[in-house]
């Protein structure tokens, strides 16, 4: 049975789950930390949930973490690393403790004695998909603002040095929060289709990150003004995220729509994501000492980025957490 998946998923309460502690009440939690966006909004919590269906999984278990090897090896799959690098063939993905140990072809890495062997021939791996934005949240990760909110609203964030984005419609606002110091770009520009190349060499040296919220366009003139722009940015390399209050792979179809590439998309996806989080150290791409968080395809995602959705096994923290797909 092959796995389609149509929302994101991610491991900040992988730990709870997976012990069986019950999540927080959830108005009580609220009622402590905030909750979505106040009248000038101010994000007053982020960061990633696990899907329900995951801790289902593991409830049906018996609600048991279950006993895995400390080290795994996936031997012969095609690792796509999230890099925008070139896919590595006849590969071998070593896993340690919850962390990528080493990644490399078969020829030049050996499969160390210890690892229990998973036959990856056939296969994909990717890094999970990084959800910049997602609906019900768990812990503070980011502040987003509005051009007009003042000084004081930004100031935490600038001086934490933690991602500070700004909602923007206007090429004059996005000019303007430039200055102001934020990290990053919620939504697109889209009353204009006329950026200066400078500007968006300076978004570009600045690293500053878009996210552009495509899905929630829903005016068509303004949408194609914001897929044009989209591109323009990613041809000029200002990184695109993927972010969704809602269906993140839908999200993920419209940058490729906008003109984005299937492996520009993937990195979009995931390592683009966690840079937006300021959490590359960690995760977004396969690379020794990250995270392992980690989906096996049945299909190729650079040659059709809807290949994302062919799920066989997902891994959240070197930790399996579904079934394998053929039984």
Not at 11 to 27: E, F, K
Not at 83 to 89: E, K, L, M, V, Y
Not at 125 to 141: I, R
């Amino acid at each position: 049975m092959r796995f389609a998946f149509r929302a994101a998923f991610d491991v900040a309460d992988y730990a709870a789950i997976s012990s069986c502690h019950p999540p927080p009440n959830r108005a009580a939690r609220d009622a402590r930390l905030g909750s979505g966006y106040d009248s000038r909004l101010i994000l007053r919590k982020s960061g990633q949930r696990a899907l329900p269906w995951i801790g289902l999984a593991l409830l049906l278990a018996g609600c048991k973490p279950l006993e895995q090897p400390a080290v795994i090896s996936i031997v012969g799959a095609v690792v796509i690393d999230g890099t925008g690098g070139p896919p590595i063939s006849d590969s071998v993905l070593t896993i340690e403790n919850g962390r990528i140990r080493a990644v490399g072809t078969r020829a030049s890495l050996p499969v160390p004695p210890e690892a229990e062997k998973i036959d990856g021939a056939g296969k994909f791996v990717t890094p999970s998909p990084v959800n910049v934005l997602p609906s019900g949240s768990a812990t503070p990760a980011y502040t987003v603002v509005r051009p007009g909110d003042p000084d004081s609203l930004l100031d935490p964030a600038r001086q934490d040095r933690t991602p500070l984005f700004a909602a923007v419609s206007s090429l004059t606002d996005a000019r303007t929060m430039v200055d102001r110091g934020v990290t990053g770009f919620l939504h697109m520009i889209r009353d204009t289709d006329s950026i200066d190349p400078a500007f968006i060499a300076r978004l570009r040296d600045l690293r500053i990150v878009f996210i552009p919220l495509l899905a929630e366009e829903r005016n068509p003139a303004l949408m194609a003004v914001a897929k044009r722009n989209t591109r323009r940015l990613a041809e000029g390399g200002v990184a695109m995220a993927a972010g969704s209050r809602g269906d993140l792979y839908g999200e993920i179809d419209l940058l490729a729509e906008a003109g984005l590439s299937p492996a520009e998309v993937l990195v979009a996806a995931t390592r683009n994501g966690a840079a937006a989080l300021h959490q590359l150290d960690q995760r977004g791409t396969l690379e020794p000492g990250k995270r392992a968080d980690l989906l096996v395809l049945s299909a190729n995602p650079d040659e059709d980025i809807r290949n994302l959705q062919k799920v066989d096994r997902v891994m959240l923290a070197g930790q399996w957490v579904t079934p394998p797909a053929h039984r």
